[in-house]
């Protein structure tokens, strides 16, 4: 069965500081992992979106790696802003269909 | 480029009605779909059109259907709507299918009472 799991569930970080949010998954077959940030009551915005020949992909603050081979992605955030207050969703594709993570809530506090 | 546009934005309905959502993709994209997000289940995928054709489907019951159009617009129907039915419907569109980059749209908040 494919899944996705995200870790944490939720997050709260000091304005300024790193951070990492962790995705594993097992789909196969495999073809591209998403991450998406979703502001509360907004739709979800695209990070970044890997297929599993690349390794790491960046977006300003935002760099996402990927491991095909323990199957497992991070998002790492440099520097956070309060404006980074946000769900960050986890996606694979595989075998036609769409794998969603149920998010990780990142809170910033000033 | 305009985005992904979706109205209307809030809906309150009665139990057992019925409701309409539109979704507009962005120009010149051709596949569309319609994902129910709750907080407890996360995002879940209803189903994509593709040249007015469904083409993938989510494990929902029938009462949940959809239609795109020839101008690529899609509209999600759901009748007999239940208290669980409550949730944000998000629609996406991509360039080709689903296996490319989405462009989610803001959203319709439907509840039902």
């Known amino acids: 069965k494919n899944q996705v799991e995200q870790s944490p569930q939720s997050l709260i970080i000091l304005e300024g500081k790193n951070c990492t949010l962790q995705?594993?998954?097992?789909?196969?077959?495999?073809?591209?992992l998403r991450w998406y940030k979703q502001d509360t009551g907004r739709g979800p915005v695209s990070l970044t979106i890997m297929t599993f020949s690349e390794n790491t992909k960046s977006n300003g603050r935002y760099t996402a790696t990927l491991d095909a081979d323990t199957k497992q992605s991070s998002l790492h955030i440099t520097a956070s802003q309060l404006s980074d207050s946000a769900s960050y969703i986890c996606?694979?594709?595989?075998?036609?269909?769409?794998?969603f993570g149920t998010g990780t809530r990142l809170t910033i506090i000033p | 480029k305009a985005g992904v546009t979706q109205t209307p934005r809030y809906l309150i309905k009665t139990r057992g009605q019925q409701v309409t959502l539109s979704c507009s993709p962005i120009s010149g994209h051709r596949s569309v779909s319609w994902y129910q997000q709750t907080p407890g289940q996360g995002l879940q995928f209803l189903f994509e059109y593709f040249s007015e054709t469904q083409r993938n489907k989510g494990n929902f019951p029938g009462r949940f259907s959809g239609r795109q159009f020839s101008n690529s617009r899609s509209e999600m129907n759901v009748s007999t709507l239940e208290l669980g039915d409550s949730a944000l419907y998000l629609c996406?569109?991509?360039?080709?299918?689903?296996?490319?980059?989405?462009?989610f749209g803001p959203g319709t908040r439907l509840t039902v009472t």
């Open positions: 995705c594993n998954y097992t789909v196969s077959p495999f073809s591209n």
């Open positions: 996606v694979a594709f595989g075998n036609e269909k769409l794998t």
């Open positions: 996406a569109s991509s360039g080709r299918d689903i296996s490319y980059e989405q462009y």
